[in-house]
């Protein structure tokens, strides 16, 4: 096991469709969390799951944007309708106990 | 809610010399973890250092160490020896235990000057 994992890379949308984006944790890691993150800024926390329960979700994840980690294991980030403002860098981390170890990101591009 | 201040947008070292990185946090918990991550020009954030609220003893990676004031809920990180490979943002992060969410500050580009 390398790390954390994302797909695809790299998205390119137009306005009003749907995307979803895959994060592959660290196999022994209980703990997955989705952040976004724009250009020149720190990551804001989107949501976070511990094993299949979704425990947290912030007020940016907006109806549009819903996740799932089926069995504890991969998650899943879709956004629905997508608009220009949510052209951004989606991140999924896992951790185990203290820190938080990062995949390489989703960066989505809504034209 | 917790927040984390970072007032350096940006800070350039000459290599080879010490450049520190400051970090303020709001919080009125006594037990939490503090973190610094980088991001290099290719986006994976790298934990860089982690420090324990209930230790009073500053962490310290290598060339990288903190200055932990928990009083004053400040979170300094010292880089030694500067390296052009430091160049990267560097955020400042806050979690409580138990897997609550990481709180991250609005970074510092740092420039490594040759």
């Known amino acids: 096991d390398t790390g954390v994992s994302q797909d695809p890379r790299h998205k390119i949308t137009k306005r009003g469709q749907n995307v979803t984006f895959r994060c592959d944790p660290i196999?022994?890691?209980?703990?997955l969390y989705w952040y976004r993150q724009t250009l020149g800024q720190g990551p804001e926390f989107l949501t976070y799951?511990?094993?299949?329960?979704?425990?947290?979700k912030s007020r940016l994840l907006s109806d549009r944007f819903s996740a799932e980690r089926p069995k504890g294991s991969f998650s899943t980030l879709e956004i629905q309708r997508t608009e220009q403002g949510d052209s951004a860098m989606y991140l999924c981390a896992s951790s185990l106990r203290y820190e938080a170890f990062f995949g390489q990101g989703t960066r989505l591009t809504v034209v | 809610a917790q927040t984390v201040t970072q007032s350096q947008p940006e800070m350039s070292v000459q290599e080879a010399e010490t450049v520190t990185l400051s970090c303020t946090y709001d919080t009125s918990e006594s037990d939490y973890y503090l973190f610094w991550y980088k991001q290099p020009p290719s986006r994976q954030m790298i934990l860089v250092i982690r420090q324990e609220a209930y230790k009073q003893q500053n962490a310290t990676e290598n060339r990288f160490s903190v200055n932990f004031q928990k009083a004053a809920k400040s979170f300094s990180l010292k880089i030694s020896d500067s390296q052009l490979g430091d160049a990267a943002m560097y955020f400042c992060?806050?979690?409580?235990?138990?897997?609550?969410?990481?709180?991250f500050g609005p970074g510092t580009r740092l420039s490594v000057l040759p």
């Open positions: 799951f511990q094993n299949e329960a979704q425990l947290e």
């Open positions: 992060a806050y979690r409580q235990p138990y897997g609550q969410n990481f709180v």
């Open positions: 196999s022994e890691h209980n703990r």
